[in-house]
Each structure stands twice: as structure tokens, then as C-alpha cells.
Nanobody, 128 residues
Framework: QVQVVESGGALVQPGGSLRLSCTIS????????IGWFRQAPGKEREGVMC????????YYADFVKGRFIVSRDNRKNTAYLQMNSLEPEDTGLYYC?????????????????????WGQGTQVTVSS
């Protein structure tokens, strides 16, 4: 059984940083891209970033604007989302998801239906 568990969400002041972690068990990660999504209250879930199975390709939403970094350690079955220069608009529930393919471009990296396994999310709140 595949399990996806996010951690690292917290309340942070504008301009601050957070590092989210996503630990996956029950499958070999080398063949799966890992995506990060978020959902703010009253809004639809949106893609934030994605990293390919090999880690050589990175995909990101325009609003990331160079503030976030996605990485993965396949030996630890863990992916990370480093978020810097956080803004109140970054507030939301952040999800980690495992894609069906190592290369997410087959289905679109930010298309939720391309992901087979999802975590429960970790809350990020950016407020003074």
C-alpha cells in the first residue's frame, strides 16, 4: 500500500521560509515524478512545482517566481519543497502527489488526474 505523508507546514510571517517534506512508502520512486499542489480556501487546487523521476527536469507555476525550490532524494523516498520569500497569497493546504510517470509532461505536470497517490496535505499560513 502506497502512503504519502507531508510535513513541515506552519504559521510563518511574510518574507519567511519553510521547508516541506514528503515521505513516500510502498513504491520505488525512481519511476515517478513528484508534484506539489496547493489549495487556498475557496479556490481550486493548483500545481506549484514538479520534479521528474530522475530529478533532472523541474516544472513550476509562474507564481513561484524563483522563490521555491523542489528536490528529491530517491534513496530516502522523500521529496522537498523549499519555500522562500513567502507571501500571504501562499497560504493554503499543500499536497504532495506521486505521478504515474517519471516524465510528467505526458499528461501535464499540473494536471491532478495524472497523479496516482496523494497525501493529506500540510497547512501553510503566511500572516503577520
Amino acid at each position: 500500500q502506497v502512503q504519502v505523508v507531508e510535513s513541515g507546514g506552519a504559521l510563518v510571517q511574510p518574507g519567511g521560509s519553510l521547508r516541506l517534506s514528503c515521505t513516500i512508502s510502498g513504491l520505488t520512486l525512481d519511476y515517478s515524478a513528484i508534484g506539489w499542489f496547493r489549495q487556498a480556501p475557496g479556490k481550486e487546487r493548483e500545481g506549484v512545482m514538479c520534479i521528474s523521476g530522475s530529478g533532472t527536469s523541474i516544472y513550476y507555476a509562474d507564481f513561484v517566481k524563483g522563490r521555491f525550490i523542489v528536490s528529491r532524494d530517491n534513496r530516502k523516498n522523500t521529496a522537498y519543497l523549499q519555500m522562500n520569500s513567502l507571501e500571504p497569497e501562499d497560504t493554503g493546504l499543500y499536497y504532495c502527489a506521486v505521478h504515474s510517470y517519471a516524465d510528467p509532461s505526458f499528461t501535464g505536470w499540473n494536471v491532478a488526474s495524472g497523479y496516482d497517490h496523494w497525501g493529506q496535505g500540510t497547512q501553510v499560513t503566511v500572516s503577520s
